[in-house]
């Protein structure tokens, strides 16, 4: 069964730091580009960041560039999201997805979320 599951949110004041984890399972994960997405109340489901299967190229929204870092580990199949100097509009639920496309084929799976609260 593929699984991607996400970690490490939390409440944490204006200025602070979390690390998100995504932890994969049930599909080969290196094969995989990896993005971060976010969805606060109200709001479309935005892409935070992303991430290609080697692990070289990475891509970042423009209100997150510069404040936070995507990295993977193939050894672990796992993705990363550093997120430093948070701001209340980061608020929201940060997902985890996997995405494969060979030709015409596309194979997309979701975590189910963790929630991250930037307040004072």
């Known amino acids: 069964q593929v699984q991607l599951v996400e970690s490490g949110g939390g409440l944490v004041q204006p200025g602070g730091s979390l690390r998100l984890t995504c932890a994969a399972s049930?599909?080969?994960?290196?094969?995989?580009?990896m993005r971060w997405y976010r969805q606060a109340p109200g709001k479309e489901r935005e892409l935070v960041a992303s991430?290609?299967?080697?692990?070289?190229?990475?891509n970042y929204a423009d209100s997150v560039k510069g404040r936070f870092t995507i990295s993977r580990d193939n050894a672990k199949n796992t993705v990363y999201l550093q997120m430093n100097s948070l701001k209340p509009e980061d608020t929201a639920v940060y997902y985890c997805?996997?995405?494969?496309?060979?030709?015409?084929?596309?194979?997309?799976?979701w975590g189910q979320g963790t929630q991250v609260t930037v307040s004072s």
């Open positions: 997805n996997a995405v494969r496309q060979v030709g015409t084929i596309t194979s997309n799976y």
């Open positions: 049930g599909f080969t994960f290196s094969y995989y580009a």
């Open positions: 991430i290609g299967s080697p692990g070289v190229t990475t």
